[in-house]
């Protein structure tokens, strides 16, 4: 592990400790993730933690995991993950969160926290149904409106 990686995983656990439920590196990027219930403190202290300090997120999609594995996944079934990044600090991050409820999907909207969450939202809301409550505009933006469903189920 490079020493850059090794400071962004001790600063890390020195802020979240037992809150992260895993933290792996692969491909020279640090992974963690975390629970529903945790999700928003946590990466508000990503954005604001000059020793963290995620000013930009570029990325977060939707993903479903029910035939992740071929088929053999046994966890929760979406997820929301998230890329950001810390120009401050030169490094990126990846966190995954798993919506609790397979039936109705629901992760808390990080637009108050990073506003280009905005539309990535709105499409994991659009394919995946994935809702994103604190979201103040999450409607569909690929099918039509009458649409019924979430095409990436």
Sequence with gaps: MSAKLETLSQNLQKH???????????????????????YIGIMKTLHDE???????????????????????WQGKRYAAVTHLLSVA???????RVFADDDEFPAVESVTGIWTSANWFEREAFDLFGIAFPGHNDLRRILPDYG????PSR
């Design 16 to 38: 979240f400790g037992d809150k992260l439920k895993t933290l792996t590196l692969a491909l020279g990027e640090v992974t963690i993730e975390v629970a529903a219930a945790d």
């Design 147 to 150: 649409s019924i469903g979430h």
């Design 89 to 95: 600090n030169n490094w990126r991050l990846r966190v």
């Design 50 to 72: 000059a020793d963290l300090r995620f000013e930009e997120l570029f990325d977060l999609c939707g993903v479903d995991y029910s035939s992740y594995g071929d088929g053999g």
